[in-house]
């Protein structure tokens, strides 16, 4: 046999060498995905962590900066028009009927959608007794409705102004999305517990969600932007919430965490960081 013969057939694999390298592959894959896997989800909720914290100080220096709270957040509640008073919550929906969610809340625990309810917090004045004077002694003038239309833009779907009551006409009422009280309410009760431990709501208060979306007056003031969950694609509303707490008496609201579209407080996101690390890189 020539010398160059032996050499090609040396430079070749065989069969068996081929299949014996792509089983090494797929064992190393079956390994090494996983991990991958959960080394995304670990910055995803890094990232998700630190903007819940960044935001809550964000919104605390614009009231020390402006004596208020920043207006035009997005009150996660659908309506058909500027002005008008919203329909509901800004639940998850299917409009296509193709199986999946294009506009709302994400469909997702632990469930924001389903902790959340449109309730009536004051109405004809700004008298004390009624949750709405809480409200606009901290500034809120004017929120965001959502625009259930804006399919796959759920991110800035807060197009439509609606003003709190100024207080002039009988009759006037202002709804907002807020976190049901009701012990059954389990997705409720996770926020609640997460934000207030134990003793949960107090007698006479309510806790009232806000979107600190795009329209938001604290952005170029305290903030440059209002951040989306990691790998949020529109198809879900992904910008973080701010929850107020207000009050009967009709003293100031105030701030009492924020939480990201899903429900997640900042320890529930922190834990979930945690779990999500390779054992070896676990503490505790």
Do not use: W
């Amino acid at each position: 046999m020539s010398k160059s013969k032996t050499a090609r057939r040396r430079n070749e694999f065989t069969l068996v060498e081929l299949v014996l390298v792509v089983t090494i592959i797929a064992v190393l894959a079956g390994f090494l995905i996983p991990q991958i896997s959960q080394i995304g989800r670990s910055t995803d909720m890094a990232a998700s962590a630190k903007c819940q914290g960044d935001i809550a100080k964000d919104v605390q220096l614009y009231f020390v900066l402006q004596k208020r709270y920043p207006m035009y957040m997005d009150s996660l509640l659908v309506a058909t028009a500027s002005y008008t008073d919203p329909t509901g919550v800004y639940t998850p929906n299917d409009s296509d009927g193709d199986g999946e969610q294009d506009t709302g809340l994400p469909d997702s625990g632990p469930h924001l959608d389903r902790a959340l309810v449109m309730e009536d917090i004051g109405t004809t004045s700004y008298g004390t007794g009624t949750y709405l004077r809480s409200l606009a002694r901290s500034g809120f003038e004017c929120v965001m409705n959502h625009d259930r239309s804006k399919v796959g833009d759920s991110n800035n779907s807060g197009v439509f102004y609606y003003e709190l009551p100024n207080g002039k006409s009988a009759g006037q009422t202002f709804y907002a999305a807020t976190v049901d009280p009701d012990p059954s309410n389990s997705d409720a009760q996770k926020i609640i517990k997460g934000l207030l431990g134990p003793r949960g709501i107090p007698t006479g208060a309510k806790l009232v969600a806000f979107g600190y979306g795009p329209s938001n007056s604290a952005l170029g003031t305290t903030s440059l932007q209002a951040p989306v969950y990691p790998g949020c694609d529109g198809y879900y509303y992904g910008h973080y919430v701010a929850i107020f707490m207000v009050y009967s008496t009709g003293e100031r609201a105030s701030l009492v965490g924020v939480i990201d579209s899903y429900g997640r407080f900042l320890n529930y996101t922190i834990d979930q960081y945690n779990e999500s690390l390779p054992n070896g890189a676990r503490r505790g």
